[in-house]
């Protein structure tokens, strides 16, 4: 059963308390609250003011398990207190673990102050979470897919399209640390987990991964450097920085070039074209 009371007042603490700084909310110079205005929580948790609004005064219908945790998401919760306010909604928290999708706000945090540079959160599974404009500038919309279409693997080798943005002549080393990460999580997870599920999709898929599957091959890594091509800008080659959060699995990964190298002012375009109209 729902606790209104008990939700509205979560809830209002809980935006009193965060500061615009802390989820990439401008300041600006009018500011009367001590934290966030309603607006500014409805907006990063992608729902309206006025709904929003009306949880936090005990009224309006009972909210989804899908709006409460877009809500966790957007108020920037620990696992904690995202396990609380599911039960102050009347909802069993969602499981912990690997195939939670809750950003934690630590990462939330870094994340947040990366508008300068492409970057984004993903889990082990390669799937999407959050994206800088410059990472959707550089990749493409890519938390926007659904299905099994949201990991990366899946799409390399079963949408030619998904290997247009990468530089042709590192196709071979890609697929075999796709096809490598795949075993190892899929053996690391077990039968019947996502990681696992999503293997025996690709082996009914791609004749590609079912050759490399079979060879056995374990520990194939990326290099440092990842070459992009862009359809405007060309090739990209980025040093790739990757922070973990392993109570998640979640990696952030932040795409960087050296100052005055012919990359970094390929940067500087992107971010233009980044910059919203």
Do not use: N
Request: hydrophobic share 35%; net charge neutral; with cysteine.
């Amino acid at each position: 059963m729902i606790d209104r009371a008990g939700l509205a007042d979560f809830l209002r603490r809980r935006r009193e308390s965060l500061q615009p700084e802390e989820v990439g909310v401008p300041r600006g110079q009018r500011r009367r609250t001590g934290g966030l205005r309603r607006e500014e929580v409805a907006t990063l948790c992608h729902i309206s003011t006025d709904y929003y609004s009306r949880l936090e005064q005990e009224r309006g219908p009972h909210p989804s398990e899908r709006l409460i945790a877009a809500i966790a998401q957007g108020l920037h919760l620990s696992l904690a207190e995202r396990d609380h306010l599911f039960r102050l909604a009347g909802h069993s928290p969602p499981v912990r673990g690997v195939t939670s999708e809750h950003i934690g706000p630590d990462l939330l945090r870094i994340f947040d102050r990366l508008t300068g540079s492409p970057a984004e959160i993903v889990t082990e599974l390669g799937e999407t979470l959050r994206q800088t404009p410059m990472g959707v500038a550089l990749t493409g919309d890519t938390a926007a897919l659904s299905g099994p279409a949201r990991s990366l693997p899946f799409r390399w080798f079963t949408d030619p399209a998904g290997r247009l943005r990468y530089h042709p002549d590192d196709h071979e080393r890609m697929s075999r640390v796709f096809a490598s990460g795949a075993r190892r999580l899929a053996t690391m997870r077990g039968p019947g987990s996502q990681a696992a599920r999503l293997a025996e999709l690709l082996l009914t898929e791609s004749r590609e991964f079912a050759e490399l599957w079979h060879e056995h091959t374990v520990g194939a890594t990326f290099d440092t450097v990842k070459r992009f091509v862009h359809p405007e800008l060309g090739v990209l080659a980025l040093d790739c920085q990757t922070l973990h959060d392993p109570e998640q699995s979640h990696r952030l990964l932040v795409y960087t070039a050296a100052p005055g190298s012919e990359t970094h002012r390929k940067l500087e375009l992107l971010a233009a074209t980044a910059a919203p109209g």
